[in-house]
């Protein structure tokens, strides 16, 4: 099953605007990771970050964890048409659980971006 | 590094008939791969999990019988979808993982569209 939500379910914002995703998650994780899909294909994994860490940064990406909410945000700065696709939080559960060393994966966020 | 194919990219079959779709990792070897199910507009499903040698397990409500898995060498995974119907119709999308993944990293495959007529 899967382990958490993400917000919003689609998300339409214009170029050069920001874009925010959100992640839940229920179970304690050893860490969080965030992909991207482009309509019919494979994942593109874009930022891990660890349940020790509270923000990381790549290029135009933000992700930020907050461990005592169990959740996570995504933000891309400064969108462009290109970063049209479905976007999802997958974590990995910490040792003992039922699901360790597996990735679940949210529900995702279809994001597009209008020229 | 750390490239993951699969093949066929797409199949279309006809019922009752099997399918077999190919993942492979290029670049490393790949002591364990994952195979996810993807309908349209949804989020991945874990079907089922392989260690190179071993027998595949399987998450709750997948059955074993129709999707086999194979994953006889630590380059190479098969799933064979078995007597294959309409609502196996699917993207189906493998990922491998290597020995010393510290954070349990995966590298995705391109996925396989299955259409089952």
């Known amino acids: 099953s899967q382990q958490g939500e993400e917000d919003p379910q689609a998300l339409s914002i214009q170029e050069g605007e920001n874009a925010t995703m959100n992640c839940s998650y229920k179970t304690s994780i050893n860490n969080l990771q965030w992909y991207r899909q482009n309509s019919g294909r494979g994942l593109v994994h874009l930022i891990l970050?660890?349940?020790?860490?509270r923000e990381k940064h790549s290029g135009r990406l933000r992700v930020t964890l907050d461990t005592s909410k169990k959740s996570s945000s995504l933000l891309i700065t400064a969108s462009r048409a290109a970063d049209t696709a479905s976007y999802f939080c997958a974590t990995v559960q910490n040792a003992g659980g039922t699901s360790y060393g597996k990735l679940t994966f949210g529900q995702g966020t279809i994001l597009t971006v209008h020229p | 590094g750390a490239v993951v194919s699969q093949h066929p990219s797409w199949v279309i079959c006809k019922s009752g008939t099997s399918v077999k779709i190919e993942c492979r990792s290029l670049d490393f070897q790949a002591t364990t791969m994952f195979w996810y199910r993807q309908f349209p507009k949804q989020s991945l499903m874990l079907m089922a999990t392989s260690n190179e040698g071993s027998k595949a397990t399987y998450e709750q409500g997948v059955e074993k019988d129709k999707f086999l898995i194979n994953h006889a060498s630590l380059t190479l995974s098969t799933l064979t979808v078995t007597s294959a119907h309409p609502e196996d119709s699917s993207f189906y999308i493998c990922?491998?993982?290597?020995?010393?993944?510290?954070?349990?990293?995966?590298?995705f495959g391109p996925g396989t569209r299955l259409t089952v007529t």
């Open positions: 970050i660890r349940s020790n860490e």
């Open positions: 990922s491998a993982r290597e020995r010393l993944a510290r954070f349990y990293e995966q590298y």
